[in-house]
């Protein structure tokens, strides 16, 4: 299936090719198709996630880059109980949504630390299905301010994660493009 989507990472972009190709005619990808291989330079920056209604995100299996991020290992945790909680309920409807309505999402989110440092990240979520057909699985690509995790110290932990932003990308089915952002 071709799609003209771009984005302005790269490594979205790159991601988004490698999973629009493993889709061919179909409208997602199986889960059975991805081969880390093909996507070896994205690896540390990636994140494998599996939705378990209402409001499970399960952290299935995490980047390196991306545990050196947060300062901790977040794999078999779920990740909306990382989220500032007056976020929780708004982003398990639209995390749903995301995996129902059938699309790739953008989330721009601020890391919170008990010292008070603040780092932004930009993640895109590209969804799979699995091999009873059900969509439950996704692929997060993950882009953070690399100064700002540099001035992050070894024993600093995250408080919580600020979503500033949450975009649904059409990918040629007919939805609707949907944003949500933390200013209504």
């Not at 990636?46 to 977040?74: F, N, Y």
């Not at 708004?90 to 008990?114: G, M, N, P, W």
Request: proline share 5%; charged share 20%; hydrophobic share 40%.
């Amino acid at each position: 299936m071709t799609n003209p989507i771009g984005f302005s990472e790269p490594e979205f972009q790159q991601f988004f090719e490698y999973w629009n190709e493993l889709r061919g005619d179909d409208l997602l990808p199986a889960k059975s198709s991805f081969d880390p291989q093909r996507v070896t330079l994205l690896l540390p920056k990636l994140t494998v996630l599996q939705w378990t209604p209402p409001d499970t995100l399960l952290v299935r299996l995490m980047g390196t880059e991306i545990v050196s991020h947060h300062i901790k290992e977040r794999t078999g945790t779920n990740l909306l109980d990382a989220v500032q909680p007056s976020q929780k309920a708004v982003l398990a409807a639209f995390t749903a949504a995301f995996f129902t309505q059938i699309s790739v999402a953008e989330v721009d989110t601020r890391r919170h630390y008990t010292s008070g440092a603040l780092v932004g990240a930009l993640n895109g979520y590209f969804p799979f299905r699995g091999e009873d057909e059900i969509v439950n699985f996704a692929i997060g690509v993950h882009c953070a301010d690399t100064d700002a995790n540099s001035n992050i110290l070894p024993n600093d932990s995250l408080s919580h994660i600020e979503v500033l932003d949450y975009r649904f990308t059409d990918i040629g089915n007919g939805v609707l493009d949907l944003d949500f952002n933390s200013a209504g």
